[in-house]
């Protein structure tokens, strides 16, 4: 039931990144690319990995098992460790205020490393029918994580 709760707290404030994220962005009649991943990139990193990491940690259990993984594994915890890590160092930047280039750096190792598990995940969906939601769903909510930030992501670097 955790798991559940946990899927449905990442995908809400997710949700809420994207539409607050949008919101600072279209304000004024200029756009704010930088003021817009300012505070998505937070949002989304501490919902997807932060809340990862502790599903990882504390019910590695019950997150075994809704994604049809083995259970008690060390690669479990230290991924769960990794991602906590990730969701950390999005709140460290933010409130450091470290910059866009910081905070676009740390959106991109996120990425890279849900782009892997996304692969990961499908691939283990394909190779030994493991068609469980928590398993199949990664691919698509990357795509559509990306495709939320192509256009602030985009803007940044075109000015």
Known sequence: ????????????????????????????????????????????IVAVAGFSGIEGLLFGKQAALAKGYEVGSNYQKQSAIALLSYAFMAIWVFFAQW?????????????????????NHTFDA????????????????????????IYPVYMVFAR
């Open 1 to 44: 039931m955790i798991v559940k709760i946990l899927d449905i707290l990442r995908i809400v404030l997710v949700g809420v990144a994207f539409y607050v994220g949008y919101q600072i962005g279209f304000d004024d009649n200029t756009y704010d690319a930088k003021g817009q991943l300012h505070v998505m990139i937070p949002i989304v």
């Open 99 to 119: 910059g866009i280039m910081a905070e676009l750096t740390i959106l991109f190792t996120f990425l890279f490393f849900f782009f892997f598990s996304a692969v």
């Open 126 to 149: 394909i190779k030994n029918k493991n068609y469980k939601w928590q398993n199949i769903n990664r691919p698509f909510i990357l795509l559509l994580l990306i495709a939320g930030f």
